[in-house]
């Protein structure tokens, strides 16, 4: 069985992380941290095989550094970056850091359960929109671009929450008409409003609106 730790200071985003998991037979989440402090502390305590840490965690610098202990003080726990920026600089410090793998926050459940099982073989684990981004050399940072009308890219389950939402559903009557838990759910509205860069779902459904991905 693959301990994993979940480093992020935003409960919703851990939850939603955790039920991801939830069904992997050999992958299981042992630990949530939201603080740094409390992932020192638990780090030094209990055995931990993964780490997905957000490198805002609260500040870059703090997840950098927070990652370069984790890798120093505990070679044989790996370490999977699981944040919203996609910047090429930051990615190749994050590695610099000692992490063996990086993933957007909008990563599917299959590239998640994939990071996972690769790091823990030592070995490293760059999905493709990473390596693109890598070999481009530039950020496409999904927040600051979704504002002067660049289209984010939806997951087809994705697309369906937003049109449920722009159907005015709870969660829970989401999380009923698509045979998911409501944690999942608010997983995927964060990685909405991450990916549209608003702050709140009526702005959310403006801007999906004005670029037609709703009517």
Same mark, same amino acid.
């Given at each position: 069985?693959?301990?994993v730790?979940?480093?992020?200071?935003? *409960?919703? +985003?851990?939850e939603?992380?955790?039920?991801? @998991?939830?069904?992997?037979?050999?992958?299981?989440?042992?630990?949530?941290?939201?603080?740094v402090?409390?992932?020192?502390?638990?780090?030094?305590?209990?055995?931990?095989?993964?780490?997905?840490?957000?490198?805002? +965690?609260?500040?870059?610098?703090?997840?950098l550094?927070l990652?370069?202990? @984790? #890798?120093?003080?505990?070679?044989?726990?790996?370490?999977?970056?699981?944040?919203?920026?996609?910047?090429?600089s930051?990615?190749?410090?994050?590695?610099?850091k000692?992490?063996?793998?990086?993933?957007?926050? *909008?990563?599917?459940?299959?590239?998640?359960?994939q990071?996972?099982?690769?790091?823990?073989?030592?070995?490293?684990? +760059?999905?493709?929109?990473?390596?693109?981004i890598?070999? *481009?050399?530039?950020p496409?940072?999904?927040?600051?671009?979704?504002?002067v009308?660049?289209?984010? *890219?939806?997951?087809?389950?994705?697309?369906e929450?937003?049109?449920?939402?722009?159907?005015?559903?709870t969660?829970?009557?989401?999380?009923?008409?698509?045979?998911v838990s409501?944690?999942?759910v608010?997983?995927h509205?964060?990685?909405?409003?991450?990916? +549209?860069?608003?702050?709140? #779902?009526?702005?959310? @459904?403006? #801007?999906?609106?004005?670029?037609?991905?709703?009517?």
């Amino acid at each position: 069985m693959i301990r994993v730790l979940i480093a992020d200071d935003h *409960n919703v +985003f851990v939850e939603g992380i955790e039920s991801l @998991i939830s069904g992997s037979p050999d992958i299981k989440v042992t630990e949530r941290c939201y603080t740094v402090q409390s992932v020192v502390e638990r780090l030094a305590q209990v055995s931990i095989d993964v780490v997905l840490l957000d490198i805002s +965690f609260p500040q870059i610098e703090d997840g950098l550094g927070l990652c370069e202990h @984790i #890798t120093r003080t505990y070679p044989k726990t790996k370490v999977v970056a699981l944040t919203m920026h996609d910047d090429a600089s930051l990615i190749k410090r994050v590695v610099k850091k000692g992490a063996k793998g990086y993933l957007l926050k *909008n990563t599917t459940k299959t590239e998640l359960l994939q990071a996972i099982q690769t790091v823990h073989h030592e070995k490293q684990y +760059f999905n493709e929109t990473i390596m693109h981004i890598l070999l *481009n050399e530039g950020p496409k940072n999904r927040k600051s671009t979704a504002g002067v009308g660049v289209k984010p *890219n939806l997951t087809p389950r994705e697309s369906e929450v937003l049109i449920l939402i722009a159907q005015g559903l709870t969660t829970q009557q989401m999380a009923t008409q698509l045979f998911v838990s409501a944690k999942a759910v608010e997983f995927h509205r964060s990685s909405l409003l991450m990916k +549209f860069g608003v702050p709140n #779902t009526a702005l959310l @459904i403006k #801007t999906a609106m004005e670029m037609q991905y709703i009517d």
